[in-house]
């Protein structure tokens, strides 16, 4: 971790003079945004609105240069805030002005504008950095990730620190305008759609827009050399998939997979209404990481999903986040059920689709599968505790949970729940117990029972539907399903 050392007695000072007594009672932001499972993560006292990076990258060393501008308001009196961060810090504007910076504890940038900035303002920051991402850890760990030809940054539910400073929680969702200078011959992958490409002197920048509220985590880069391929789906929605040449045996798989998200994404818009963003792809960088992640617009996927063969359904649980996740985002990290439970529900959705076992024969099977004193059931989705939040139950569970709920209200209320909800919170933010007052609304029923005994009770609820006396046979799909255990690795 980089410390700027600063002389004893010297910030003391500098904010005396910077704070003018008619603002003595200004007061720092929080160091965090007020999540009980990670209570260091995001910041209080500003919500960003538009994050603007420039950046240069050389593959060969992992070197990262950049310029961050943040668009942000100030929601209480500010005499100091922090961004998430974890790269040397050159220098620091607010509105124009040197400002005094500092960093503490794992990942905070701690910054002191010359002036207080008063409730409701306006506010630019421009912070100039440099480092070698794949060089820092936080908590023991790292979301950059060095491939052959170049670096990565993807993870959940953190990404951002180690290639951009943020407010890195999904609660400050914003815009992107993502622009990076590569050498010749590598390529820059980010969210949203590609703006323009320009070379000279021996570097080509790529310019990438995010033009709808996006969570710091779902937030991409990936520079190394790739196949791409482009095109649009039938709803006209543009196109654009990535693969690094040197995946070996796993690029045939990864790319007859990946080559099919417009037509999934076509699928699940039958599900959950008109596709929320106007952009659309993945990719498959040359990593060693065992997850596949929701990023927006352009998932990213890991050639270890692809090892056995094609493998559509993880696009399907990625793409399903577009809507569940991305479009409509935690307010808490104990509210993931509301993430993974739906992506998983609609990999069985098109279990359905492809003929290959129904979601109630999978849900049967999940249920049987798990006898009543299997840890599986100890875990609650609806609130799992940070260090179960991507168990495998949160998925398989959840998924449950949505079986049960189907079977309660029947499929008219069901699938109009399921379409309703992206569009009653776009580009917001939701907790579990929005999609029970929902589910409440439109359905007309009382299932706080319902969401208890499926979301938070440490025991096997009753079944879903009629239990099978035996554990069926899974149909394919579904053992392809299980043998990836999850779709998400936890840090």
């Given amino acids: 971790m980089h410390r700027r050392l600063i002389a004893p007695g010297t910030l003391t000072a500098a904010l005396l003079l910077a704070i003018p007594a008619s603002a003595a009672s200004y007061v720092p932001g929080a160091p965090g945004i007020g999540d009980p499972y990670y209570p260091a993560y995001g910041n209080g006292g500003y919500d ?18 950049g310029t961050a501008t943040l668009l942000a308001t100030t929601t209480q009196d500010l005499s ?3 961004l998430d961060f974890l790269l040397e810090v050159d220098e620091v504007r607010v509105n124009g002005v040197r400002a005094v910076f500092a960093t503490s504890g794992e990942h905070e940038l701690e910054i002191t504008p010359r002036t207080p900035l008063p409730k ?10 440099s480092g070698v991402p794949s060089s820092k850890q936080a908590y023991g760990f790292t979301s950059w990730h060095r491939t052959p030809d170049g670096g990565v940054g993807a993870n959940e539910p953190e990404s951002a620190w180690w290639w951009f400073p943020s407010n890195d929680h999904p609660l400050d969702k914003a815009t992107y305008d993502v622009s990076v200078l590569v050498p010749d011959g590598s390529q820059a992958i980010s969210n949203g759609t590609l703006q323009s490409t320009s070379s000279r002197l021996g570097w080509t920048r790529y310019n990438w827009r995010s033009n709808k509220p996006q969570a710091t985590y779902l937030a991409t880069l990936a520079v190394g050399r790739f196949d791409l391929t482009t095109g649009t789906t039938e709803s006209g929605i543009p196109v654009v998939n990535a693969y690094s040449k040197d995946l070996g045996d796993n690029y045939g798989a990864a790319r007859a997979s990946v080559e099919r998200t417009g037509e999934v994404a076509d699928w699940l818009a039958g599900y959950f209404g008109p596709y929320p963003f106007n952009a ?19 998932p990213f996927y890991s050639p270890r999903q692809f090892a056995n063969g094609t493998n559509v359904s993880v696009v399907v ?12 985002s935690v307010a808490g990290w104990k509210d993931i059920w509301v ?7 609609a990999q069985w959705l098109w279990s359905e689709h492809e003929d290959e076992g129904t979601a109630q024969e ?43 709920l189907r079977n309660e209200i029947g499929d008219a209320d069901f699938f109009a729940i399921l379409k309703g909800w992206p569009t009653k919170f776009a580009y917001g933010n939701a907790s579990v117990a929005d999609f029970r007052a929902y589910a409440e609304q439109v359905s007309g029923e009382s299932l706080g029972a319902l969401f208890d005994a499926w979301l938070f ?29 999850s779709v998400h690795e936890g840090h």
């Fill in 48 to 65: 960003v609105s538009h994050y603007d990076l420039r950046l240069k990258y050389q593959p060969a060393t992992d070197e990262l240069e």
């Fill in 80 to 82: 100091r805030f922090d």
């Fill in 120 to 129: 409701g303002s306006a506010v630019t920051v421009v912070v100039r950095y």
């Fill in 280 to 298: 659309l792809g993945g990719y498959v960088p040359n990593t060693n990481t065992g997850y596949a992640l929701e990023t927006q617009t352009r």
């Fill in 317 to 328: 649980h990625e793409l399903a986040h577009q809507w569940y996740g991305d479009d409509v």
């Fill in 339 to 345: 993430n993974e439970g739906f992506a998983r529900y």
């Fill in 362 to 404: 999978l849900a049967d099977y999940v249920y049987a599968l798990h006898p009543a004193d299997d840890p599986f059931w100890t875990v609650k989705p609806g609130d799992p505790g940070p260090e179960n939040q991507f168990d495998l139950a949160v998925y398989d569970r959840g998924a449950l949970a949505l079986q049960a």
């Fill in 457 to 485: 009770q440490a025991s096997k609820p009753g079944a879903p539907a009629a239990r099978a006396s035996v554990v069926p046979v899974p149909p394919k799909s579904w053992r392809e399903i299980a043998a990836t255990n």
